[in-house]
């Protein structure tokens, strides 16, 4: 939207989203769609014998035609303070004497909800291929790296070893699961109806059903199964609270990806132009992990529009407008930053930089230390108490950052070493008898999730 002077007001008109998905929810395009409608209910209508054949040909002819300008509907909805008015009034003009059936039996919601399916289905589509994208650039290191060694990190502090393919494989499962979800949400999410005002057909008469399933068929849309005035608008509140979880699922990933690019852990980095980008204004040295940022903030605001949704499927009876206006905001917004975020995302980690020699030595940085369940799992195995033997290994890791490291300590503790010979010890402290582990289940997780993600 354009403020007064010509000037852009909102962010997401010019700095956030994709050209493309904001196309989708400019006045042209939502006009388009409506008029969809009103050709799809005409031509149903005829098709039934309910109006005249002569007259749906002529509205179907202006309803695609571009005879209905935009310009003209915005000058009659200014004048009559009624949207769907507008466009049937614009429409009417434009079909000449046939002009006289457009609209017929209908009520607005008929056609703005049934438009906004045909929007949502091409937003779900979008979102789709996102997903999947995103799950190929995770895979893609999954494979890569399923047995490069890194350590693992529980409350902050290192804890075992793994793969950071294990971590990208874990990822792109999560992502595939949002996937699944967006699959399954669709046909619930890309329904209309032409059922009239309150619901039940009523005015269409006897043809009411036969005439709904008709219009949704020319569509390619579902048929809500039992509409107030308006679709239910649980539909809605589904689809944002599950870009809500996609939004904390680009946020975990965004932060991983700050976590592990900081100075002193140093394992990725986002890709970094040194012959023009600019990291501060101030300290030139910097290589802010700038999109995972971005990534970050913007998934707070798409969270945050999970709310109107689910306030909005409270209506009085059988409507009323509380929803209208914002529903307005919500959808577009929803959508436009959930493809940014996932096309940001996309990019992050298709070009990150990913420094295995680094990861090597965070991991021996622990002075073997990561390695104590291996070596009280041993030790229970041979005749040790668990309890023992963890209290045996709390001892031995006290001030673990520096002195000996925690072969020499055990090689030297009398329970230990009456157990365990020198190169049995070395084989059990071994970091890489985790990461082969790790590598074989990345593998499997790698492989099931490829077969998943072309279907």
Avoid at 43 to 63: Q, T, V, W
Avoid at 188 to 204: E, P
Avoid at 233 to 261: F, H, K, M, P, W
Avoid at 336 to 348: Q, R, W
Wanted: hydrophobic share 45%; with cysteine.
């Amino acid at each position: 939207m354009s403020a007064e002077g010509g000037e852009l007001f909102c962010p997401l008109d010019h700095r956030y989203g994709r050209d493309e998905v904001r196309a989708l929810f400019l006045p042209e395009a939502r006009l388009r769609r409506a008029l969809l409608v009103e050709a799809a209910l005409a031509e149903g209508e005829a098709e039934l014998g309910m109006i005249p054949a002569d007259a749906a040909k002529a509205i179907g002819r202006a309803a695609r035609g571009g005879t209905v300008s935009l310009v003209r509907v915005e000058a009659l909805e200014r004048e009559l303070s009624h949207d769907v008015m507008a466009i049937t009034r614009a429409l009417a003009e434009a079909a000449g004497e046939g002009g006289a059936w457009v609209h017929f039996g209908a009520t607005s919601a008929d056609i703005t909800d049934s438009a906004l399916a045909l929007e949502l289905k091409d937003s779900a589509a979008i979102l789709r291929k996102d997903l999947t994208a995103l799950a190929r650039a995770l895979l893609a290191l999954a494979e890569k790296h399923a047995g490069t060694a890194q350590v693992g990190r529980t409350h902050g502090q290192h804890a075992l070893p793994l793969s950071f393919g294990y971590k990208m494989a874990g990822a792109a499962a999560e992502v595939l699961r949002h996937r699944r979800r967006l699959d399954e949400l669709t046909p619930r999410l890309t329904v209309g109806k032409m059922a009239g005002a309150v619901g039940t057909g009523a005015g269409f008469g006897a043809k009411a059903a036969e005439l709904e399933l008709e219009v949704m068929k020319r569509l390619g849309i579902g048929t809500d199964e039992a509409p107030t005035q308006v679709v239910s608008r649980d539909r809605l509140a589904e689809l944002t609270n599950l870009l809500a979880l996609v939004a904390g699922t680009a946020e975990r990933l965004s932060t991983e990806v700050r976590n592990l690019q900081r100075t002193e852990i140093a394992e990725v980095a986002e890709a970094f132009d040194e012959a023009r980008q600019v990291g501060s204004s101030t300290m030139a040295q910097k290589r802010n992990p700038r999109l995972s940022e971005n990534v970050t903030s913007l998934a707070r605001m798409l969270r945050a529009l999970a709310l109107p949704p689910l306030e909005n499927m409270v209506l009085w009876h059988e409507r009323d407008l509380a929803n209208s206006a914002n529903e307005r905001i919500v959808i577009p917004h929803a959508v436009l930053l959930a493809d940014d975020i996932l096309t940001k995302l996309t990019d992050v980690f298709t070009h990150l930089e990913v420094d295995p020699d680094r990861m090597q030595a965070n991991l021996q940085s622990s002075r073997g230390t990561v390695m104590t369940e291996r070596l009280m799992l041993a030790l229970t195995e041979k005749g040790v108490a668990r309890s023992e033997a963890h209290e045996l290994l709390r001892k031995l890791t006290r001030d673990s950052s520096a002195g000996p490291s925690l072969r020499e300590r055990a090689s030297a503790e009398p329970t230990v070493k009456r157990l365990f010979p020198s190169s049995e010890l070395s084989e059990l402290l071994d970091p890489m008898s985790y990461v082969k582990a790790a590598e074989a289940k990345t593998r499997r997780v790698v492989r099931a999730l490829s077969e998943e993600i072309g279907r």
